[in-house]
């Protein structure tokens, strides 16, 4: 094994992937133009209920409707938010699957314990990395294409981590 190859056990553990999870959605441009999508829509809708359509006002009643509309939508977002990372990581076979991690200079390798084909995510691909308290986020070429590196798996290899994503961040 050469001096620049590290070589790491992977597995996830919940407390770390489900707050990962919640970092990527708060960070998706999805949820930024879906936001931005419904919040001009419903600033629309609460025009045309307030004034009724056709220029009169339509009093506070009429505002009735599309607050309802705007808590469904906040309650659908924070309930995404909440659950859908702790159903994934409760529900998806990856995240209990073993992997080895192998960083190199150039790439970082998802290797099933198997054998096989692995994943290979140059760091040249690095578009962003989001941190939270228990992992990094490392996001590739789109929003789908991520990895979550738990920091306890990197222990001791933690500053050479940053260091090499640092070096392959693109953007």
Known sequence: MPDDEIILPLDYRENEVVPAQRARFR???????GLLFAG????LLAL?????????????AAMIPALFLILCFAGVL????????????RTNAV????HRLRLTLDA???EPPEGGPGTELPWRSLRRVLETRHAFVL???SE?????VPRRVLAAHEAEFRRRAKVGFTA
């Open 95 to 98: 995240w209990k699957r073993k």
């Open 40 to 43: 001009v829509t419903l600033v």
């Open 144 to 148: 789908r294409e991520f990895l979550i």
């Open 78 to 89: 924070l309930f995404s938010w909440r659950f859908s990372p702790l159903i994934d990581f």
């Open 139 to 141: 996001v590739y070429r």
């Open 27 to 33: 960070g998706s441009t999805r949820l930024r133009l």
């Open 48 to 60: 045309a209920r307030v004034t009724g359509g056709s220029g009169r006002t339509g009093g506070p």
């Open 108 to 110: 970082i390798f998802l």
